[in-house]
């Protein structure tokens, strides 16, 4: 690492980059910000009222943030009113009011090939286009406009920035500003200066940057336009300046989100120099934004994967992700092979098609409440229910009523985002522009709803303990079981450590499996009841993002047949059960490869919490790679590693100030220990710790 990048590195890390932001004044009131021309008019002068904060040292020019004056970006939702509005009664701000579902944040990433290639000058002409297929529609034709008006203010704002960098004498900057992004890049430091402006319109994912860089990387090379330190530095400066856009005060790490490796449109495997210079930047920098997610092909060399799993080792924002299983799944739902190939992860383990998509986490689910209401609620029903064949079709009867609900809440969602007029980011994702609809309004090109199936191991160890015990051993009847767990176990601890040790639970290669099987293609019919308002279709994955949806749905869900108290939380993401994967870690990654990913293709994210000390006494990391690349050989689709001491942890649980730097790997994002919820604590403690 270079003094310079050294410095700016230290300095992210202590203090805001950017200045205050100017309000903007213009056509505050509610009613004209529903029309585009209004909000691009802020826009603009939003944009060219922003002081630019210069610092010496940087290559790389400009920065601001948007505020919550008008609309700007989808993902932040600056001045999304209505959308807020309703995402704060139903989310987890609010969890209490939500027993089946609750919504998450939306992610998104902007099309960086199509700016580089042709700059936002490549959209004007776009929209000339479509202007002119839809003469007689007035609402499209405004919209439009609005969407012209905005790339101009782009190169208005580009200007602006230029000359304040030549007047003071960072002519290097302000030659590249005065180009890109509006028009077309030239070499790669443009590349990268292109890919910084683009991103601060829409702070979210970098998206496939390695592809996005490397042509330009390549040639700069080959011409001896540039070194590789050179582009090197440049790299870190970006990470640098997306880490403090975000700010130095947020300590998790899942904000902003890159692939590299993976197929090319030529299916050949993407992984190339500029893919391992991300990794060596995200690895050498003190920072903890961007994270990575490494797409693993079937051409993947083992070289590679083993180099990755070193690198992972070192930085926990370091995933991996199957390409031989994620893009036969996404090609399943409607998605061209061609765009399939180019899907990227977004903020925790989601994933949308670069510049495509509209896809992230639409919000968290609960299989258990449908299974508490069965149990708990109507005895009437065990009569007739003499297998568990009958009991499953039951059981999913109950399913549906919730999956129906969720499936409102989503709609209810897209009625009133759709009345906020979004401009910016409906020029940044493709499909806006040619169906002159807002990305609010249903506007992408691809348009999916997925929800994370919470609590997935608890469900699965639950409907098993019900077949293994009720059905198939006649231990108790469903009238028991439903007693004991209304009664939260309390005077049945005897059956409760029974139900323990003799289960048959998922995780461990065996019968659980076939639940799980079972379950999956449940939930894959369920989602096809009917398609979003928003366009698509619905899909399941399981995580729990950053707002520990695991804690809080388990908080409002009563005692579980699988021996999980009352208000207890659930299993994170596609871990199993506390304490249940008791056949070591080769039968748990079996028991995950099994799953039928192309229906389970929504937001996923598999823990694996392997023992600090196996891994650094002795050199393991080639049979580490081993195994991990036999896993996604058998099917697994992705994998998150952490290297932790359960000893270390309970000592940072009971002497925060000791460990205010512990960083640990959550679900889809890493933050520091010492500042999550005592119980999420609880959770990572209690993870199982594989001994490698």
Not at 232 to 252: M, N, S
Not at 426 to 448: F, H, M, R, T, W
Not at 468 to 482: A, G, M
Not at 491 to 509: A, C, V
Request: with cysteine; net charge negative.
């Amino acid at each position: 690492m270079t003094e310079r990048i050294k410095k700016l590195a230290e300095e992210a890390m202590t203090k805001d980059f950017l200045f205050p932001s100017r309000k903007t004044t213009q056509f505050t009131d509610n009613n004209n910000l529903n029309n585009p021309i209004c909000v691009a008019k802020c826009l603009r002068e939003y944009l060219l009222n922003q002081d630019v904060l210069i610092s010496d040292g940087e290559r790389l020019g400009g920065g601001f943030r948007f505020d919550d004056s008008f609309p700007s970006d989808a993902y932040h939702k600056a001045g999304h009113k209505h959308a807020r509005a309703f995402f704060e009664l139903h989310s987890d701000y609010q969890p209490e009011n939500n027993p089946v579902c609750f919504l998450d944040w939306d992610h998104y990433c902007a099309n960086f090939p199509f700016i580089l290639e042709n700059g936002f000058n490549g959209y004007v002409k776009k929209i000339e286009i479509i202007k002119r297929k839809l003469t007689k529609d007035i609402e499209k034709q405004q919209f439009l406009t609005a969407l012209d008006y905005t790339c101009e203010t782009i190169k208005l704002y580009s200007e602006k920035v230029s000359e304040e960098y030549e007047e003071n004498g960072f002519g290097e900057i302000a030659q590249n500003c005065r180009r890109v992004p509006y028009y077309p890049v030239k070499n790669f430091h443009e590349a990268v200066q292109s890919v910084w402006f683009s991103w601060l319109l829409l702070p979210d994912s970098l998206g496939r940057l390695d592809q996005v860089l490397y042509p330009f990387y390549k040639q700069d090379i080959e011409k001896g336009g540039i070194d590789r330190d050179t582009a090197y530095e440049l790299i870190c400066e970006l990470f640098i300046k997306v880490f403090a856009q975000h700010g130095f005060w947020e300590h998790r790490s899942g904000d902003t989100t890159i692939s590299v490796g993976g197929y090319t449109a030529k299916d050949e495997d993407g992984f190339n120099e500029v893919s391992k210079m991300l990794i060596e930047a995200l690895t050498e920098l003190p920072t903890w934004r961007p994270q990575i997610s490494f797409r693993y092909t079937g051409k993947t060399a083992f070289e590679t994967f083993k180099y990755i799993t070193q690198m992972n080792i070192k930085q926990k924002n370091i995933v991996f992700t199957n390409d031989e299983v994620r893009i036969k799944a996404l090609e399943r739902i409607g998605i061209q092979h061609e765009d399939a190939v180019n899907y990227t992860m977004i903020g925790c383990n989601e994933w949308t098609i670069m510049g495509k998509g509209n896809t992230g986490s639409q919000g968290f689910f609960n299989p258990l409440h449908s299974l508490e209401v069965l149990l708990l609620f109507h005895p009437e029903e065990f009569e007739r229910l003499s297998t568990f064949d009958e009991f499953y079709s039951c059981y999913a009867s109950y399913l549906n009523e919730d999956v129906i609900t969720m499936m409102e809440l989503t709609d209810a969602y897209f009625d009133a985002a759709s009345q906020d007029m979004n401009v910016l980011t409906s020029i940044l994702v493709d499909g806006c522009i040619e169906k002159a609809l807002p990305i609010s309004c249903g506007g992408a090109q691809y348009n999916v709803s997925n929800w994370s199936c919470n609590g997935f191991a608890n469900i699965i160890d639950s409907l098993s303990v019900i077949k293994q015990f009720v059905f198939d051993e006649k231990v108790f009847s469903l009238f028991e079981l439903s007693d004991m767990l209304k009664s939260n176990w309390i005077g049945r601890e005897d059956m409760r450590k029974y139900i323990l040790k003799k289960g048959t639970f998922w995780g461990n290669d065996n019968a659980a499996d076939d639940i799980v099987k079972r379950f999956v293609f449940t939930l894959g019919k369920l989602t096809n009841l009917r398609a979003p308002k928003k366009g698509g279709v619905y899909r399941f994955g399981a995580y729990i993002g950053y707002n520990e949806s695991n804690v809080s749905m388990g908080k409002q869900t009563k005692a579980t047949p699988d021996g999980r108290h009352d208000g207890d939380y659930f299993a994170s993401a596609m871990s199993a059960g506390v304490g249940k994967d008791v056949s070591g870690i080769t039968a748990y990654l079996k028991s995950v490869a099994k799953i039928d990913y192309t229906t389970l293709i929504g937001p996923l994210a598999v823990n694996l919490k392997l023992e600090k000390n196996s891994v650094e006494q002795t050199d393991n990391t080639e049979k580490i790679a081993h195994l991990f690349e036999a896993y996604f050989k058998m099917g697994g689709l992705q994998l998150q590693p952490d290297y932790l001491s359960k000893e270390e942890l309970i000592l940072a649980q009971k002497n925060p100030e000791d460990y205010r730097n512990l960083r640990v790997r959550v679900t889809g994002f890493s933050g520091l220990f010492t500042r999550l919820d005592q119980s999420l604590q609880d959770e990572i403690i209690n993870r199982t710790e594989y001994t490698v």
